[in-house]
């Protein structure tokens, strides 16, 4: 269809005024807390690739009526019903990358190490010490084992990727979703320091040897690595894509991160920061490397195959189908039977747990679970895998037969989501994720629950001996 000139003109005009206008409500009520350009200051940045799944509906309903407890107000009577939907539509457009290099980083760094020596936290325990993330507060938290009490705090925003507890466990290290990376003081208890990698970020990863920090962005793209001991960046790939996210291999000293718009791996030597790409069949939207560090299993996104990477050799060794869609690889558990290794990981949106067999790569089994959940854990002294099912359900898969041998109930009708095990795998922590949520402690024999926390919307919880960097 052609358009007369002057119509197109007029088509143009009408676009972006109508732009202009949603831009100018924006710089108006927005823009004091979420950042002129969507980057975020008090507020959380307002750019799609923060607001992540989310729909408009969501978020129109957030913009409506504030969110409650936080600074986040109400626009109901403030805003029309269209000018409410014309800011969802223009917060979930593209936001221009923002300059942000070492110097714009380093004007956010943070170090506050002065006034303080060793001996006021935690000199023993460590190595059975949790971090457990309270949604609901944007805050993380560091509690011990063994009474299950929060020792310190920290305030972190929202955070996607795991906290990470360094190989000494003298520090831990968070990334937010909004590209902070806060450094933690596990002997002290209390915030060593932090740093503004970019707007948007997913994960991090700590080196071998505790001394540099990798963080996959997403805004601006690309990987930053920084020293973990002063927090001064140090290199960034800024070429290397839109991460989904980065890992350390204590096999080769290196950093693995996929970018999720290359078909691609990004290698990084965490001695000389030197960079080596590997091709993929497709790009890299989530995945799970074995405990050997020898391979990786990958998917792409809507691809519905799982394809194996050799990490030694750098290339892709097997590929094979999945007939359930959306595989959830980074929340994969592991366990040996009978000589042989397994790895079991959810399907997001899908009631199913699928079991594969590392070495042969074989899929074994796709057991049918309560509905759709997004967390599988399991240790080596425990007899199942505990698998969340999006109820309020955890059900426990046998390890030997794969059949459905039990199930724990928190709090029935109340939402009850991941489980980490303390460090000798006698106890099971399972979050109730509600406002008036807690996290409930079971021991993993008698199935009993033995304690309850209260958090309000606890999520992840990370054990020190299960999760180093
Ligand atoms: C006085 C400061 C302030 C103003 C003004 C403000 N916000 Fe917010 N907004 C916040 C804070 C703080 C949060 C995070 C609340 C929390 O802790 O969850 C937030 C969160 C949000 C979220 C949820 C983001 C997420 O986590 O997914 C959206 C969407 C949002 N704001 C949109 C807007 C829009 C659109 C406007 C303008 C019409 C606006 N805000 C004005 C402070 C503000």
Redesign the pocket.
């Known amino acids: 269809m052609r358009l007369p000139f002057t119509a197109l003109i007029g088509l143009l005009l009408l676009c972006s005024s109508a732009l202009a206008g949603v831009e100018t409500?924006?710089l108006k009520?927005?823009a004091?807390?979420?950042h002129a350009e969507r980057h975020g200051l008090?507020?959380?940045p307002?750019i799609p690739e923060?607001?992540?799944p989310?729909n408009e509906t969501e978020?129109a309903s957030?913009?409506r009526n504030?969110?409650e407890a936080?600074?986040?107000?109400a626009?109901k009577g403030?805003?029309s019903e269209k000018e409410?939907l014309d800011?969802?539509h223009?917060?979930k457009t593209p936001a221009k990358a923002p300059e942000w290099g070492f110097e714009e980083m380093l004007s956010t760094r943070v170090i506050s190490s002065e006034g303080y020596g060793p001996g006021h936290g935690l000199e023993h325990g460590r190595e059975n010490l949790f971090m457990v993330v309270e949604a609901g507060k944007?805050t993380v938290h560091f509690m011990d084992g063994e009474r299950f009490e929060v020792m310190g705090s920290v305030k972190a925003?929202?955070v996607h990727g795991g906290p990470k507890f360094a190989p000494a466990l003298e520090h831990a290290f968070i990334s937010s979703?909004d590209g902070w990376v806060i450094k933690y003081d596990l002997l002290n208890l209390r915030e060593a320091g932090r740093i503004r990698a970019g707007i948007s970020a997913r994960n991090l990863a700590i080196s071998a040897d505790g001394k540099k920090v990798a963080v996959a962005s997403l805004l601006p793209a690309g990987l930053v690595v920084f020293d973990a001991a002063t927090l001064l960046p140090l290199k960034s790939f800024r070429d290397s894509g839109a991460m989904s996210a980065v890992y350390s291999l204590r096999e080769g000293r290196r950093f693995v991160a996929a970018a999720r718009d290359r078909a691609g791996l990004v290698f990084i030597d965490d001695g000389t920061l030197d960079e080596k790409f590997m091709q993929t069949p497709m790009p890299v939207t989530d995945f799970f490397i074995e405990p050997g560090e020898r391979y990786m299993a990958a998917t792409s996104r809507g691809s519905g195959k799982l394809w194996i990477v050799d990490l030694k050799e750098e290339r892709t060794v097997k590929e094979l189908p999945l007939r359930s869609g959306m595989p959830h690889l980074a929340a994969a558990s592991f366990w040996e039977a009978d000589g042989a290794m397994f790895a079991a990981f959810p399907h997001i949106g899908e009631p199913v747990l699928s079991v594969l067999k590392l070495g042969d790569w074989e899929l074994l089994a796709e057991i049918k679970v309560k509905g759709p959940g997004f967390f599988a854990r399991t240790h080596e002294s425990v007899p199942h895998v505990w698998v969340d099912t999006g109820t309020d359900t955890i059900q426990l898969i046998d390890k030997k037969t794969l059949a459905v041998a039990g199930e724990v109930v928190p709090e029935p009708g109340k939402k009850a989501m991941h489980i980490e095990f303390t460090g000798d795998g006698a106890f099971a922590l399972v979050s109730v994720s509600e406002d008036d949520g807690r996290i409930e402690v079971y021991d993993t024999r008698t199935l009993e629950p033995v304690k309850g926390i209260p958090f309000k919307r606890p999520v992840g919880k990370y054990n020190a001996s299960n999760r180093r960097f």
Do not use: D, E, Q, W
């Open positions: 409500l924006y009520h927005c004091a807390c979420h008090s507020g959380p307002l923060y607001l992540g989310k978020l957030i913009i504030g969110l936080t600074n986040m107000p626009f403030v805003l409410v800011t969802v223009f917060i944007g925003g929202a979703r």
